[in-house]
């Protein structure tokens, strides 16, 4: 029970995070900072959840600042992140 409640409570946290900062984060990735490669991976974790952001989109837009294969490990990562979560 206390699984249970704990994702959900993770789950609340990531869609006020994706409602409330996706304007931020995608500004972030669009600079290309070293900390982009994280916001990326955590702006396709919030969208396995809620897609706040359409998956095809945010991936094009991580390939055009990463480059295609940068972008593709990005792309993969961050969305096969979000799924062990969410099967979890």
Do not use: Y
């Not at 959900?8 to 990735?29: H, N, P, R, W, Y």
């Not at 900390?35 to 945010?58: E, K």
């Not at 600042?65 to 979890?88: D, E, P, R």
């Amino acid at each position: 029970m206390f699984k249970k409640i704990f994702l959900v409570f993770i789950l609340i946290a990531i869609l006020i995070v994706g409602i409330t900062q996706k304007d931020t984060l995608v500004e972030m990735i669009k600079h290309g900072d070293r900390p982009a490669i994280i916001i990326s991976m955590m702006l396709l974790f919030i969208c396995v959840f809620f897609p706040v952001v359409p998956f095809a989109v945010s991936s094009g837009m991580i390939g055009a600042v990463f480059g295609t294969i940068q972008g593709a490990v990005i792309s993969l990562s961050g969305s096969m992140l979000g799924t062990i979560l969410l099967f979890l």
